[in-house]
């Protein structure tokens, strides 16, 4: 790329300190956790590094650590100028870029609150949401600006070109003169770490989208777990894409599709790691992977199934991580990630929009495994594993009965495998609370802890392995049947890409499983004009694996299956049309 030239506010003057302000009588053995200290520590440590990379757009920009932390205190004091006070809430409007990046720590270090919006919504749901969230100010990405139109909250937009003249280079620069050059030190510390950092929206799907209250303290333990347990170190490279980002990890500095848009549950705290993609874009993916030097990434599994299937594919000259999430990965889908020099890691959590702050548990792989097939092996990796090092134990306890809220004692189902239970889950990476909806809130922690609604057993060893939503659950002749049990062993058949299931009502049985399947390219010339055929093979197939009550009753298949923004499939759309039939 031709030479870039970062605008003169973004250069930080020499010897510039890295340090907030002191908290006036503060314990000497006691500092708030905050996840600003990690950009603070790495452009302390490594002023020179690349940190944050967004080169596949018409003007591309580099920026060392030195160089972000500066813009990232310029954009906190340009927010103070603007009326911003401590608890106002930001929202943020952009696709993965050096905006949304940069606002992940300049709206916490202003002491005020992120809320990140789904691009993806609807006019209407975005208004919804920026009066429910009360937000002060919007920093809006120039694609989306039609859906803040009319709205009387300020907005400052950017042009996404890093250059002089752009109204968020220009919102920066006039930060930066507003400090006076008191840098860092002129800005005051956050003195509660429990104080409110991010609140993200659900999609809405089933009513009124609630907001997600998270705090400093959360973000900065799930932070440290997400580095801890990706292994990612001063070497590491995190792909942003979707809109896409190269983060260059230095440790800590943690944090910053489809693959994980950092508007989705904050980036499941990663933006606290970055190179970014503005569209997902396999071409692009693959050029990083190959000469960007990326080691780690998040996906669902639908998007990996893209990525390893890309015509580019091949083995990158370095080791990544693939960090899966959403759905189980399937043996073929492992198979195809290794063979390609791609490591999966399945991890689990309410992603969304950050209950859990992203994933809490994760399947810990056992040298024992080494000795399995490879399909006995995508069976102990389907399941969701252990808690991270700084979430406290998940638990499968007895759901409680109907809707009621209940604030008895939780009790655990027997670590035997088989009896199915309700994920619950508290401590340190648990959402504050939803905001402004006390019912809900009181509802999600009936007896202490947070109820996630999904269904799983517990193993001998304290791995949790999900059965289903209790919403996915087919109940069929009386047996249930899961939903996601049955899509493990139909994703098997050679012939498959994709495969979901949902209930279809049967005359009989009551519920009978419906199969809803993309064909892998490579076989589905061979089905064309035969997709009834392909049905009768895939139940035969089926029956080979499945009891009768499981197997799919109905197979339809499809040129692609309904996904959320972050690639998981939604059975909200197959249910519609299952419902017309």
Not at 187 to 202: I, K, M, R, S, W
Not at 276 to 305: D, E, K, M
Not at 419 to 438: H, P, S
Not at 505 to 510: A, D, E, K, L
Request: include cysteine; proline fraction near 8%; charged fraction near 20%.
């Amino acid at each position: 790329m031709a030479t870039f030239i970062a605008t003169p506010a973004s250069i930080p003057p020499q010897n510039a300190l890295l340090r907030l302000q002191d908290i006036p009588n503060a314990p000497p053995n006691w500092h708030p956790l905050n996840p600003l200290s990690f950009i603070l520590r790495a452009a302390q440590i490594y002023p020179e590094k690349v940190a944050l990379v967004h080169t596949d757009v018409q003007q591309p920009v580099i920026y060392t650590f030195s160089v972000w932390a500066q813009r990232i205190q310029n954009l906190a004091y340009a927010l103070i100028k603007a009326g911003i006070r401590p608890g106002d809430h930001v929202g943020v409007i952009a696709p993965n870029s050096p905006m949304i990046a940069d606002a992940h720590h300049g709206v916490l270090a202003a002491r005020a609150v992120i809320t990140p919006i789904n691009t993806r919504l609807k006019h209407s749901e975005v208004e919804y949401i920026l009066g429910h969230s009360q937000c002060r100010l919007l920093l809006v990405d120039y694609e989306y600006l039609h859906l803040v139109a009319g709205t009387k909250i300020p907005v400052i937009v950017t042009n996404d070109t890093g250059r002089a003249g752009d109204p968020y280079e220009d919102f920066l620069a006039d930060g930066r003169r507003f400090s006076k050059e008191k840098g860092w030190p002129g800005l005051e510390a956050e003195p509660d770490e429990n104080a409110a950092a991010v609140l993200c929206y659900t999609s809405g799907t089933t009513g009124r989208p609630k907001g997600v209250l998270t705090t400093l303290r959360g973000s900065y333990l799930a932070a440290v777990a997400n580095a801890f347990e990706g292994q990612m170190n001063r070497h590491s490279t995190y792909l942003w894409y979707e809109h896409s980002i190269v983060s260059y990890y230095c440790p800590p500095n943690l944090g910053p599709d489809r693959i994980l848009p950092m508007f989705h549950a904050a980036g499941w705290t990663f933006p606290w790691t970055n190179v970014t993609l503005r569209t997902v874009n396999y071409t692009h993916i693959w050029n990083h992977f190959l000469h960007s030097g990326v080691t780690h990434y998040c996906a669902a599994p639908t998007v990996q199934i893209g990525i390893v299937n890309d015509p580019q594919a091949r083995r990158p000259p370095q080791p990544i991580t693939a960090i899966i999430a959403g759905a189980a990965p399937t043996a073929h889908l492992i198979a195809e990630l290794e063979k390609t020099g791609i490591k999966p890691v399945h991890v689990y959590g309410l992603t969304e929009v950050g209950v859990t702050y992203g994933p809490f548990t994760r399947n810990y792989d056992d040298p024992s495994w080494a000795n399995l097939s490879l399909e006995e092996r995508a069976r102990l990796m389907a399941r969701q594993g252990h808690a991270f090092a700084t979430a406290e134990e998940v638990r499968v306890v007895y759901p409680v009965e109907g809707d009621a809220v209940s604030n008895g004692p939780l009790k655990d189902v027997p670590r035997d495998g088989k009896t199915v239970g309700e994920i619950v889950t508290r401590g340190n990476i648990v959402m504050k609370q939803y905001f402004r909806d006390l019912e809900a809130t009181k509802k999600a922690f009936a007896g202490g802890s947070f109820h996630t609604g999904d269904l799983a057993v517990i193993h001998p060893n304290g791995s949790v392995a999900i059965m289903d939503r209790s919403k996915d659950i087919i109940i069929s002749g009386g047996e249930n049947a899961s939903s996601l049990a049955i899509e493990q062993e139909l994703a098997s058949h050679p012939h498959v890409l994709e495969v979901s299931v949902v209930a279809r009502s049967h005359i009989r049985w009551g519920e009978r499983p419906m199969a809803f399947v993309v064909l892998h390219p490579q076989h589905a010339a061979k089905w064309k004009g035969r997709h009834h055929e392909f049905g009768q093979d895939m139940k035969e197939h089926a029956k080979k694996r499945l009891p009768g009550f499981a197997c799919p009753e109905w197979v339809e298949v499809m040129p692609e299956l309904p996904k959320t923004s972050t690639g998981k499939i939604l059975k909200t759309e197959l249910r519609k049309i299952v419902a017309k039939l």
